[in-house]
């Protein structure tokens, strides 16, 4: 048997197991070796019933005296047996496991655990563990109990993540048979030097699954957490030293005078936070190297207004722009933004989209040569864009990762100067770690004059008083957006029917208002529609689904109701509410759910109070874990089984660790099996 040995080929494994590991993502023993228990039940301590105190959990060690199943008037079955460890009878239970009588004889010397209990005056166990005591003499009766070393029973016992038809005891079993045969394979990737007090790798790995003792759990989780984060955040620091040595398309020069110039040409006054951003990123396009930058800011913050400055910059380089939004919609809105701010300064944008190139040919296209700046969605990837002469790639990725994009344009002989803009908050700790490949600016500081949104949990109770304060703000010049339930992460054909459903029902509610409804499926042409009439004040409410543009700006929506907000993340929820307020109205945001459970309402609640997106993201990674950050899609990529993203101290070792061994030995040629592992890591967190 090896590491890498498929599950499929160890004896009592057929397809239909097979199947249910699969759904476990378990395929090779490796797998198996790696799926760590959540918690332990502690079955240590072996003793006689007599010295046992009445609701401890205990093991004995004894003999079946009988055996019988009882089928109850409701159709259950209880099994019943009495069970002797030369101290006591004990009565044992279970419930509807009617093939025990099968697998348990009268006579078969056992170990139990349990928590030991008085029912009607006799000691009972329910529902104890059990394995069978075979060839171990015991003495009785009160004797020294020997001590067999259970693999379910007798001593802090794994409990595992199961699935419909595969237990903790099977995965338990399983692990027990492969571990010791392959235990001898695993050979530790890491330095000694990096690993200094922690435990090697294949001490870890045995302690998790057989610990003696707590500590022993603490200490294997340590080191296990350790490599979690270790690997990403190498993966991320060496990616980002090779970047720093590819070639790239030009340095660009900043003309200080026309960048002046172009700045007071805008209807407004940047923001102080606006100006520093503005400010890195020159200092990037100074330094004779590819700038990559993420820029962070929340939704309204004015991302795109400096993604235009710095387009306008490599224009007066000579150099070409892709700028590429998440959906058609949002770069339809860039296209009008950009053309709109950058026209004046006879520079041509040109948009290109999947479904654009038929609808409107007299757009502009890189690939014809005429466009400075083209705006698009993904469709910008494509072969038959020239983009030779491309000197920036703006991606606007609002809270999707453009990880295939960037790592499609990467590829390139030349590297063109990449800007990434994301409304996802990104707590420190991830980006030291997921992002390290990136330097981070974060645009943390709002237009003037943005309304405070009044945000509110309703209650069910509440919902027709809802409806009715909506009614009143509508007549009152007011629009407003109508979130309906998240059915699936994604626009599947069953949250587009519930948006349907709701959509009707919200029709006959608000009889006397214009309705519209938004959801990805639409065809290009109608969303357009849809959007122009809610943007010229046709529609009054736009019932829409959740995956659809959250970048979407029309500053007389005052109102965002979320359904079923008990489906969403706090800061996915942040984000949604920033689709208003973005005129100088007063703004509301209703949320409704139907889950009236305190914890869930507590959740909530945080909305009313905190508007800080950051704060949210955080509040997020802590109570419901990495997945809310990325996104439902995202999260199995960087879900770790041990680290958390929120433990600051873990990440900062790991971090340096990683550090300090590239600086040793930057191409990691010395560490072999170190290499080999950050292969395997390195594409799944980060494709290139
Ligand atoms: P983001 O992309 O960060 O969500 P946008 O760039 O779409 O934000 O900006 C949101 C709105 O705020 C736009 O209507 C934009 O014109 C406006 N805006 C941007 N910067 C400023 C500023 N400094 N002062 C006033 N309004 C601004
Ligand atoms: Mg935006």
């Known amino acids: 048997m090896k590491l890498d040995t498929p599950l499929s080929q160890i004896s009592g494994i057929g397809p239909s197991l097979e199947w249910k590991l699969k759904k476990l993502n378990l395929f090779t023993v490796s797998d198996l070796i790696y799926h760590f228990p959540f918690r332990y039940d502690d079955f240590s301590s072996i003793k006689p019933a007599n010295e046992a105190q009445i609701g401890e959990v205990v093991t004995l060690q004894g003999e079946i005296w009988s055996i019988k199943n009882i089928y109850t008037r409701y159709g259950k079955i209880l099994t019943q047996a009495v069970f002797n460890d030369g101290t006591s009878p004990i009565n044992l239970t279970w419930f509807n496991q009617s093939y025990l009588t099968k697998q348990i004889q009268v006579g078969d010397r056992l170990q139990i655990s349990g928590k030991l209990t008085k029912y009607k005056s006799k000691l009972s166990i329910m529902v104890p563990q059990w ?16 001590s067999h070393r259970g693999i379910h029973t007798g001593r802090l016992v794994p409990i595992y993540p199961e699935t419909e038809g595969l237990t903790s005891k099977w995965v338990r079993t399983k692990i027990d048979q492969t571990i010791p045969q392959v235990i001898d394979q695993i050979k530790d990737p890491l330095p000694d030097f990096i690993i200094s007090s922690m435990l090697p790798l294949h001490e870890a790995l045995f302690q998790i699954h057989f610990p003696k003792t707590l500590d022993q759990v603490e200490k294997a989780r340590e080191r296990l957490g350790f490599d979690e ?32 110039k ?31 930058r993420l820029v962070q800011g929340e939704v309204g913050s004015g991302k795109t207004v400096v993604a235009t400055i710095i387009i306008y910059l490599v224009y007066l380089n000579k150099l070409k722009a892709l700028f590429m939004a998440p959906t058609e919609i949002l770069a339809f809105q860039h296209y009008e933004t950009v053309s709109q701010l950058l026209s004046p300064f006879g520079i041509t944008v040109g948009i290109y989209t999947g479904s654009k190139k038929k609808t409107t040919p007299q757009a502009p296209h890189m690939s014809s040569g005429v466009a400075d700046v083209v705006v698009g969605t993904h469709a910008l990837l494509s072969k038959k864009l020239s983009t030779e002469d491309v000197g920036l790639v703006i991606i606007d990725e609002q809270q999707r990762f453009g990880v295939q994009q960037r790592t499609m344009l990467r590829a390139r002989a030349k590297l063109p100067h990449f800007l990434t803009m994301t409304a996802t908050p990104i707590p420190r700790t991830v980006a030291l ?5 990136l330097d981070l600016s974060v ?44 059915i699936e992460p994604s626009e599947t054909l069953s949250s587009v029917k519930a948006a349907k459903i709701e959509f009707e029902k919200l029709k006959k509610i608000f009889s006397s208002l214009k309705l519209g409804l938004m959801h990805g499926r639409l065809k290009s042409k109608e969303k357009q529609e849809v959007l122009k009439d809610f ?46 307020g973005r005129g100088t109205k007063e703004s509301f945001c209703l949320l409704y759910t139907s889950d009236s459970s305190s914890n869930e309402s507590g959740r909530l609640k945080y909305l009313e109070n905190t508007f800080d997106g950051l704060k949210l993201a955080e509040l997020d990674l ?39 061994l ?27």
């Open 433 to 437: 770690t997921l992002y390290g490949d």
């Open 262 to 292: 172009f700045i007071k040409s805008l209807p407004f006054e940047l923001t102080g936070a606006q100006d520093r951003v503005l400010k890195e990123i020159i200092s990037d396009l100074k330094k004779g190297e590819a700038m990559n």
């Open 229 to 260: 984060l270790f690997f990403v955040s190498l993966a991320t620091q060496k990616a980002r030293m090779e970047w720093k040595k590819k070639a790239y398309v030009a340095t660009s020069e900043v003309d200080a005078e026309k960048l002046n």
């Open 535 to 580: 943007r010229g004040g046709k529609i009054h409410i736009l019932v829409s689904t959740s995956v659809v543009e959250v970048g979407m700006d029309v500053p007389n929506a005052t109102i965002m109701v979320i359904e079923g907000a008990e489906r969403f993340g706090l800061a996915q929820l942040h984000q949604l509410r920033g689709r208003i």
């Open 662 to 688: 590239l600086a040793n030995n930057p191409r990691l040629d010395k560490h072999p099996l170190l290499q080999a592992k950050l292969s395997e890591v390195a594409s799944d967190v980060m494709p290139d």
């Open 622 to 660: 802590k109570i419901r874990g990495s997945g809310e950050i990325f996104g439902v899609k995202q999260s199995g990529r960087f879900e770790f089984k041990i680290a958390s993203l929120s433990d600051l101290g873990l990440v900062e070792k790991t971090k340096n660790a990683a550090a300090k």
């Open 131 to 146: 394995e069978k005591l075979d060839g171990v003499k015991l003495t009785h009766p009160r004797g020294v109990i020997g």
């Open 443 to 486: 645009i943390d500081e709002m237009p003037k004059g943005r309304p405070i949104i009044k945000t509110f949990v309703v209650p069910e109770e509440k919902r027709a008083d809802g409806y009715k304060f909506i009614e009143k703000k509508i007549m009152g010049g007011d629009q407003a957006y109508i979130i309906t339930p998240l």
